[in-house]
């Protein structure tokens, strides 16, 4: 089955730094990624939509300057948390669409101290 | 209303015996619905997807779908304590498969020994 690889599995970082995750998909093409963030005991909720050579699409209240996505290539997409503050600790997971499926990624836990 | 609205449980049920999970979700354009299953600082796995009316079996698990009443449920049955874990409803936004899921907020599962 297809596979999204997502790195790091787990950051801690000071306040006010910057933190890039990544996500590839290994063994298909993947035009669309899509960010979720989920706080302890809550759902996922799908932060933005990234597509390959174009702008993410960001969801009502996520802020796209904090929230960089960039999706070079068909196979990685990233998102990098700008200015880190402990209120953006969270789990943050990417997917992808392959085989018509979505395929997640081992999501990443950040930590802002 | 939420989009998509799940009682968080948890839900306790015996091992051996059958679990009921479910799901009402508001966008009536809604094509395809998924359940997955999420253990403690994991991603989530997909257990089920169905897209049309009625029921649709995959060993121990059968989702139900009736998009009249706008509902789809989850029924395990011969519970084990291995599927004591938080499982989550998503479904598309809109009519189109582009892969842009809304989650849930997720039932907890207990199954006792």
């Known amino acids: 089955g297809a596979v999204v690889s997502q790195h790091p599995s787990r950051v801690i970082c000071k306040s006010g730094t910057s933190v890039k995750i990544e996500c590839r998909s290994l063994?298909?093409?993947?035009?669309?990624m899509f960010w979720y963030r989920q706080f302890p005991k809550q759902s996922l909720m799908l932060m933005a939509t990234?597509?390959?050579?174009?702008?993410?699409?960001?969801e009502q209240g996520v802020e796209k300057d904090k929230f960089l996505i960039n999706h070079a290539s068909l196979t990685l997409s990233t998102l990098t948390v700008t200015s880190a503050h402990p209120e953006d600790s969270s789990f943050y997971i990417c997917s992808a669409m392959g085989q018509d499926r979505l395929f997640f990624g081992s999501g990443t836990q950040l930590s802002v101290l | 209303q939420k989009e998509v609205e799940q009682n968080s449980g948890p839900l306790s049920v015996p091992e051996g015996a059958i679990a009921s999970l479910n799901c009402t979700y508001s966008?009536?354009?809604?094509?395809?619905f998924f359940w997955y299953r999420q253990y403690s600082g994991k991603s989530p796995e997909l257990i089920m997807f169905i897209y049309s009316n009625g029921d649709k079996e995959d060993g121990r698990f059968t989702a139900q779908l009736n998009k009249a009443s706008q509902y789809v449920s989850l029924l395990i049955r011969d519970s084990q304590p291995s599927d004591s874990a938080t499982y989550l409803c998503a479904v598309t936004r809109g009519s189109s498969n582009t892969g842009k899921l809304i989650f849930g907020q997720g039932t907890t599962l207990q199954v006792k020994p």
């Open positions: 990234s597509n390959e050579g174009s702008k993410a699409t960001y």
């Open positions: 966008d009536r354009g809604s094509q395809s």
């Open positions: 063994d298909f093409q993947a035009t669309t």
